[in-house]
């Protein structure tokens, strides 16, 4: 056999095996590379002062689960201070930490003049902080012609400003230790778009661009890492408490979450994420993860197929079900 066809076959495998990993992919392939070869949680998460916001439900909550297993200490941020304890108990049942380890404080992501105190409130208990995941936030179910202006707004201070706000009050703090994460749920939205959500992307279109910002700001200290993790359909509330037309409502239910992917799994990815230092992730099944990668390649074909699934989204919403369920439910894989 001639070099040259033996270098063509290898060629022809080597796609073959990145297309498998690719159909079978739940997260993008740096991602799923990492998962395999790459620094485990166990190892490299141990022993460090981790500081959640939105930790009362949904992600937040689950986070606070997994890292309590690791030896972390703990500051579990929200509103709802009798959901944050009862999370806090959990992960004292569950986990390998004892009370001394986790602090409850509330925390409102858009009351921003209290965000130094909070600061300061940490640094206090634990001396450092090592880790800021800023998970805390809220999406909408409403098209823009039939929602108020102040919608808007609300999910530009909650989703956008509340995580520049703390992240200014903790930055100063890393940038002394010159070491620290600063990790931020984004979203696979604040990517692509889609319908129904336009204040939502908006936010988190806006949250890359002032972390992709900074993080090249940052290129003096290399032991500060910024992370955009953006998962995108995850079993959580974030549909019920999603905005809609008025500021005072939400969508008030879950729908049919049973095809997304499972909170646990989404976490799992994000702390490999967290110990590999990964600067961008995505976390979704198909056939958003393949729409993430195509917006990358061929936006033209990505806009097109969005405003096809975008008209789909709408139909759905107005019959009562949640947004993505007819097309995503016939691809649900189940991890756990
Ligand atoms: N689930 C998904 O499909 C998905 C996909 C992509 C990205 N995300 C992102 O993941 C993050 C977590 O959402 P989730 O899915 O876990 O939804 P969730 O179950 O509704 O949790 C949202 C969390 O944010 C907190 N929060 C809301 N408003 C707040 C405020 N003003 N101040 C402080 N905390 C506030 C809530 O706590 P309180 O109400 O107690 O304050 C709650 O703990 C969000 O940033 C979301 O955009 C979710």
Redesign the pocket.
């Known amino acids: 056999m001639s070099w040259e066809l033996l270098l063509g076959l290898c060629a022809l495998l080597l796609l073959v095996v990145q297309l498998l990993r690719f159909l079978r992919a739940d997260g993008d392939l740096t991602l799923m590379w990492a998962e395999w070869q790459g620094r485990r949680p166990e190892w490299e998460l141990t022993d460090m002062v981790v500081w959640v ?10 986070l606070a689960y997994q890292l309590s297993k690791l030896g972390v200490s703990l500051v579990l ?5 009798d ?2 304890e009862r999370v806090k108990r959990k992960c004292l049942e569950n986990g390998n930490l004892k009370g001394k380890d986790i602090l409850v404080l509330p ?5 921003t003049s209290s965000h130094e105190v909070a600061t300061k409130a940490v640094l206090q208990e634990f001396g450092k902080i090592d880790i800021l995941v ?6 909408q179910r409403s098209l823009f012609v039939d929602t108020s202006l102040d919608v808007y707004k609300e999910l530009i ?3 956008y400003l ?2 520049v706000s703390l992240t200014k009050c903790v930055l100063p703090h890393m940038i002394e230790r010159k070491q620290g994460k600063i990790v ?7 990517i692509l778009s889609v319908s129904l959500a336009s204040g ?1 992307c908006a936010s ?1 279109h806006a949250l890359r661009g002032f972390f992709n910002g900074l993080r090249s700001e940052l290129g003096a200290y290399p032991g500060i890492t910024i992370s955009n ?14 905005l809609t037309e008025e500021v005072m409502k939400s969508v008030g239910n879950d729908g049919d979450q049973s095809y ?2 499972a ?1 646990s799994r ?1 976490v799992r990815l994000m702390l490999i994420s967290m110990a590999n230092d990964l600067k961008e992730v995505w ?2 099944d198909h056939p958003f993860l393949l729409l993430a990668y195509l917006g990358q390649y061929m936006p033209t074909l990505t806009w097109w197929l969005s405003s096809k699934l975008g008209k789909r989204r709408i139909e759905n919403f107005r019959s009562g079900m949640d947004a993505d369920f007819s097309y995503f439910k016939p691809l649900k894989k189940k991890h756990d």
Not at 134 to 139: A, I, K, M, P
Not at 184 to 190: A, I, Y
């Open positions: 916001t939105g930790a009362s439900s949904g992600i937040g909550e689950e941020s929200a509103r709802r201070v959901e944050l925390l409102d992501l858009t009351n800023n998970n805390g936030g809220r999406s201070d909650l989703n509340g995580t931020t749920v984004n979203s696979l939205m604040g939502y988190k993790i953006c998962p995108g359909p995850v079993q959580s509330n974030i549909v019920k408490n999603a997304k992917m909170t989404c976390i979704s």
